[in-house]
Nanobody
Framework: QVQLVESGGGSVQAGGSVRLSCAVS?????????MAWFRQAPGKDREWVAR????????TYADSVKGRFTISQDNAKKELYLEMNSLKPEDTAIYYC?????????????????WGQGTQVTVSS
């Protein structure tokens, strides 16, 4: 099955930028898979951040990050990315990449069967 490993997290000042990566391994490629990023802050529920589908041609973002974050993927390398710009303290969370085997791509976390271990992003003011 699919395995996911996140990297690139760390500490950054408000207004700064961080690029997260997610390495994907398994029996299939990611060109036509539903790929997504979620995040979870301490004491809060897991929140959907962004999704990418249709070979990377379809992208959708949560209102809280729209205009600041960009999701992308490298099909040859089987890697998923999240470019985060203009970071705010409220962006502080553990960020997870995820995917599933369904032939659709929605933001419901329960539908995602494969998750990485997460990478911490801390934004200081």
């Amino acid at each position: 099955q699919v395995q996911l490993v996140e990297s690139g997290g760390g500490s950054v000042q408000a207004g700064g930028s961080v690029r997260l990566s997610c390495a994907v391994s398994g029996y299939t490629g990611i060109s036509w898979r539903c790929m997504a990023w979620f995040r979870q802050a301490p004491g809060k529920d897991r929140e959907w951040v962004a999704r990418i589908y249709a070979g990377g041609s379809s992208t959708t973002y949560a209102d809280s990050v729209k205009g600041r974050f960009t999701i992308s993927q490298d099909n040859a390398k089987k890697e998923l990315y999240l470019e985060m710009n203009s970071l705010k303290p409220e962006d502080t969370a553990i960020y997870y990449c995820a995917t599933h085997d369904y032939r659709w791509c929605r933001e419901k976390s329960i539908e995602f069967a494969y998750w990485g271990q997460g990478t911490q992003v801390t934004v200081s003011s």
